[in-house]
């Protein structure tokens, strides 16, 4: 079956270090791949996404995503986090085989000041 | 522009009862989709409707139902309530757009305890 994996669900890091989540995907077919973030007491928002073309996706605040398709993998990254970038990460993607966005099970980003 | 809103934001419910949440997309959006965020797991998806008609289930029972109104706003219905029913239920919306690659956006979100 189709599933979305985020290995790592909680993530505690110092300020000014870099991020690197982790996303893995089942499909061998076309998906359309997002990042969404939930700030603390907010609704879920995208970050960024891929749907084709450059591997190497740019979203808001600095975060960036790279697409490689021979590891089914859509991993996040940001060079320097910041405390404000507590939130909790989620992975998602659009399989064209079912038509369902099909999501990850999460990442708690904490950043100690 | 106003986002998703979904009402109410909390409901307390026992076992047996039946509930409906409702969902007002973003003004222009004709797809919505709904969300079961249980503790601890990622967003389950549960139905997307578009153009008044259901396009997509995911793997629930019966008993989680829903319909969209010809303003594209929706109800979920959930019947014969479980404990585990007890989670954040999302709504989404978004344009249609070749097939739901289009970025979802999300309401608040109702918490649903069952007692």
């Known amino acids: 079956a189709q599933s979305v994996s985020q290995h790592n669900h909680h993530v505690i890091l110092s300020e000014a270090a870099s991020l690197e989540l982790g996303c893995n995907y089942s499909?061998?077919?076309?998906?359309?791949l997002f990042w969404y973030v939930q700030y603390p007491g907010q609704h879920l928002q995208l970050l960024l996404k891929y749907f084709s073309g450059d591997p190497l996706v740019k979203g808001i605040k600095g975060f960036e995503a790279e697409f490689i398709k021979s590891k089914f993998s859509f991993n996040l990254r940001k060079p320097s986090v910041q405390w404000s970038d507590t939130a909790e990460y989620f992975c998602?993607?659009?399989?064209?085989?079912?038509?369902?966005?099909?999501w990850g099970a999460g990442t708690k980003l904490i950043i100690k000041p | 522009e106003a986002g998703v809103t979904q009402s109410p934001t909390h409901l307390i419910k026992t076992r047996g009862q039946q509930v409906t949440l409702r969902c007002s997309p973003i003004?222009?959006?004709?797809?919505v989709y709904w969300y079961q965020q249980a503790l601890g797991l990622g967003l389950q998806f549960l139905l997307w409707y578009d153009e008044g008609e259901e396009r997509n289930r995911g793997n629930f029972p019966p008993r989680f139902s829903g319909r969209q109104f010809p303003n594209y706003s929706s109800e979920l219905n959930v019947n014969a309530l479980e404990l585990e029913d007890s989670a954040l239920y999302l709504c989404?919306?978004?344009?249609?757009?070749?097939?739901?690659?289009?970025?979802?956006?999300f309401g608040d979100g109702t918490r649903l305890s069952i007692l």
């Open positions: 998602a993607a659009f399989m064209d085989s079912n038509y369902q966005l099909i």
């Open positions: 499909y061998g077919g076309t998906v359309n």
């Open positions: 989404a919306s978004s344009p249609w757009v070749t097939g739901g690659n289009q970025p979802q956006h």
């Open positions: 003004s222009g959006h004709t797809s």
